[in-house]
């Protein structure tokens, strides 16, 4: 049973425009979320972080936005080649609790 | 600061045999999480632990899957009789006491052949 789904495997978007991901979830006892980005062969790094009390969250080019139902979305902008990567989000029930993870969405961002 | 830490990164065995995986957590992290990705999927919990004890183990498989964290020394998962199946990566992730997130090691691709 997949509680966090990433519908979208991938996503193409230009240098400097903006890519938005998105994460849909069913548990309505999730309070705090989390995005990472993994590049091949290497482990999740942690990119920014929201709580199901906020609507936002910022940290430089990233954002992750928890306006709407069961849903987020992380904006990168401007998007840069080196962001290309398989972005996860991820989703936990109170605190010391595991992490339920999507799928992930593949991006390239295209120079 | 060093962060998480596993060994082996990479590891092959033959079926039947015995698989060892090292994590040790960042510096001052007495939480650690094992997740296991298979093939064209995402992360899935397999085990959380605290020193010298088991809080989650929800998402182990009930035979052959073992993990401990000792009171010295880093955690280990641990697979008897491997069989082709169990081919995946394993992440280790830590947090420290108060806080929800979990900074990811660099992973063990492990090979059954």
């Known amino acids: 049973d997949q509680q966090v789904k990433q519908n979208s495997p991938s996503l193409s978007v230009q240098e400097g425009r903006i890519s938005i991901l998105n994460c849909d979830y069913t548990n309505s006892m999730f309070d705090y979320f989390l995005w990472y980005k993994k590049y091949p062969a290497e482990g999740p790094t942690f990119l920014i972080s929201i709580s199901s009390i906020k609507d936002k969250n910022e940290d430089g080019r990233f954002t992750v936005l928890n306006k709407s139902a069961k849903h987020l979305s992380l904006h990168i902008v401007p998007s840069q080649p080196g962001d290309s990567a398989v972005y996860f989000c991820a989703a936990s029930v109170g605190t010391g609790n595991q992490f339920y993870f999507g799928t992930g969405t593949s991006l390239t961002v295209i120079p | 600061n060093a962060g998480v830490m596993q060994n082996p990164r990479h590891l092959v065995r033959r079926r039947g045999q015995e698989a060892r995986l090292r994590c040790s957590p960042m510096?001052?992290?007495?939480?650690v999480y094992w997740y296991r990705q298979l093939p064209e999927e995402g992360l899935k919990f397999m085990v959380y632990?605290?020193?010298?004890?088991?809080?989650?183990e929800s998402g182990m498989p009930k035979e052959r899957f073992s993990a401990e964290f000792p009171k010295e020394g880093p955690s280990i998962l641990r697979i008897q009789q491997v069989v082709r199946g169990d081919s995946a990566a394993y992440f280790c992730?830590?947090?420290?006491?108060?806080?929800?997130?979990?900074?990811f090691g660099p992973g063990t691709r492990l090979t059954v052949l």
């Open positions: 510096k001052g992290h007495s939480h």
């Open positions: 632990l605290q020193k010298e004890n088991i809080i989650d």
């Open positions: 992730a830590s947090s420290s006491s108060g806080t929800r997130t979990q900074y």
